[in-house]
């Protein structure tokens, strides 16, 4: 069964620090792997996408990583803001079927002063 | 370049009412996609289209949901009767294929309904 997990559910960080968000996949045939981001009451918003033969991508102060061999990817947020708070999803696409989009359940950022 | 529009933005309604939502994709895109979004069931999958046709309607709770896509630039998403467990955030979102699907969603705010 295709499947995404992300983890932590949640988490509480002072701006300024370093965050790791992490997505563990079981997703086949794997196509790519996005992160979204969700601000409150809006929707959500893609970061990055990453390809199989990617190891790291850059946007901004996010770094997205992937190991195709264990199937995990990470998002690492770096000197957070308080705009970083968020929902982060991990969605990975199986194939080429549209409706073969599987999405993460999220991990919601707060981002303290 | 405007977005994917929505509207409503937020719908409260009696149980039994017809609710429609309405979304106008990104000009050029040729998929569109209703999802459902919950705290408890995360980001759900309903129905979506290709050049106007609808391709996989799988996700679609029962036969009180249906979806139009009459051109390429408007779609409804139509309850009838409402429930109290139709709560939820509806979201539309267009794409762009290229090749075989990779597309990125681009997703509209989302109509907020709330069945009483």
């Known amino acids: 069964k295709n499947q995404v997990e992300q983890s932590p559910q949640s988490l509480i960080i002072l701006e300024g620090k370093n965050c790791t968000l992490q997505?563990?996949?079981?997703?086949?045939?794997?196509?790519?792997l996005r992160w979204y981001k969700q601000d409150t009451g809006r929707g959500p918003v893609s970061l990055t996408i990453?390809?199989?033969?990617?190891n790291t991508k850059s946007n901004g102060r996010y770094t997205a990583t992937l190991d195709a061999d264990t199937k995990q990817s990470s998002l690492h947020i770096t000197a957070s803001q308080l705009s970083d708070s968020a929902s982060y999803i991990c969605?990975?696409?199986?194939?080429?079927?549209?409706?073969?989009?599987?999405f993460g359940s999220g991990t919601r950022l707060s981002i303290r002063p | 370049d405007a977005g994917v529009i929505q509207s409503p933005r937020h719908e409260v309604t009696e149980m039994g009412q017809e609710v429609t939502l309405r979304c106008k994709p990104i000009?050029?895109?040729?998929?569109l996609f209703w999802y459902r979004q919950t705290m408890m069931r995360g980001l759900e999958l309903l129905i979506y289209?290709?050049?106007?046709?609808?391709?996989?309607d799988s996700g679609m709770p029962e036969d009180r949901f249906s979806a139009k896509m009459p051109n390429a630039s408007f779609s409804t998403l139509k309850i009838q009767p409402s429930e109290p467990r139709d709560s939820a955030v509806y979201f539309c979102?267009?794409?762009?294929?290229?090749?075989?699907?990779?597309?990125?969603?681009?997703f509209g705010e989302g109509s907020r309904l709330t069945v009483l």
């Open positions: 997505c563990n996949y079981t997703v086949s045939p794997f196509s790519n």
């Open positions: 990453m390809t199989f033969s990617e």
């Open positions: 289209f290709n050049n106007n046709v609808p391709i996989d």
């Open positions: 000009s050029g895109h040729d998929y």
């Open positions: 979102a267009s794409s762009r294929a290229s090749g075989s699907y990779t597309g990125e969603l681009f």
């Open positions: 969605v990975v696409s199986a194939g080429s079927s549209a409706s073969k989009i599987i």
